[in-house]
């Protein structure tokens, strides 16, 4: 019985022969394997020369196109490039030399090469899953905030708008392979605002709702001191590195702590929406190309499913405001 040790290297692979004299470090690469004219002359046991004869013959009689397979890399401790051969050359060349290693070679490869390709599934099958089970607990937030609540139409549009400009960014992400709600790469810095003149804003917007009467007196009453909290979460750092290190990142977290927490009696969704407008124009991301980079319909929609959000989905709600601001919305 066939004995062999395989070690992943990244993508070289370490492969013994049975005897244990011969070792190669085999490259897998574009779904094949690849040997050097040296590797196979050492796993053949034939001369150099005999390996490259057979190869020539091999493309002169087109058994094989050379371009596919065949492929130059630059290697450490080589001053030019080193040609290397597909498995189909290595095996071609090893049926011409009437090599039992080569036969031997060629089970192992294809053994090694089916466990490479299962893996790669599984992991993508395995990605893709959890993709869709983001993706549905987005439709259950907005199943939940359109069950909870008498919309108005301009709500119930704005939803509509969020969810479907969700579920564009998850057919993007997917068709290029990646995690659906991985952070974006976002804006470096971001400000939050000092904490008097967070108030002091506070303070006028209640004005000017209570004169419309949109508000009462109850309106923008601080709990203790949540605000404070609010903001000292947004510029923490961690070892010296900022907790939220992208505008994208504090304007998501500063609209959902002011949301979720309840800093204040009354008016959290309107305050944090407004803390949140007011975090992006001072980072100047409020607009992209003269237009606003969410309208006040959508970000209604956005405050009230962050508000029927559940907790534990806190960074499904996060990520989501995050890649909408990245991509913007």
Known sequence: ????????????????????????????????????????AELFGRERSVVTKHIGKIFKEGELEEKSNVQNLHITKSDKPVCYYSLDVIISVGYRVKSQLGTRFRIWATQTLKEHLVHGYTLSQQRFERNAHELEAALALVRKAAAGEVLSTDQGRGLVDIIARYTQTF???????????????????????????????????????????????????????????????????????????????KAAHLLYFVIKNHPFTDGNKRIGSFLF?????????LFHNNEAVINDVGLAALALLV??????????????????LAGVV
């Open 1 to 40: 019985m066939e004995t062999t040790q395989q070690t992943s290297l990244g993508e070289v692979f370490l492969y013994e022969t049975p005897d244990g004299k011969t070792a190669l470090d085999v490259r897998l690469e574009r779904d094949t394997v690849w040997l050097t004219q040296a590797q196979m």
């Open 171 to 249: 057919l993007l992400l997917q068709r290029y392979d990646e995690g659906l709600l991985t952070e974006p790469k976002g804006a470096v810095g971001g400000i939050a605002p000092p904490l008097a003149e967070a108030r002091a804003a506070i303070v006028q917007l209640k004005r000017e709702l209570m004169a419309r009467r949109e508000a009462s007196d109850l309106f923008g009453r601080e709990r203790d001191d949540g605000l404070a909290a609010v903001l000292g979460n947004i510029d923490q750092t961690v070892l010296g590195e900022p907790a939220y290190p992208t505008i994208e990142s």
């Open 277 to 285: 407008v007011d975090f992006l124009h001072r980072n100047q991301r």
């Open 307 to 324: 508000a029927e959000s559940n907790p534990k989905q806190k960074d499904i709600m996060i990520r989501l405001i995050m890649n909408m």
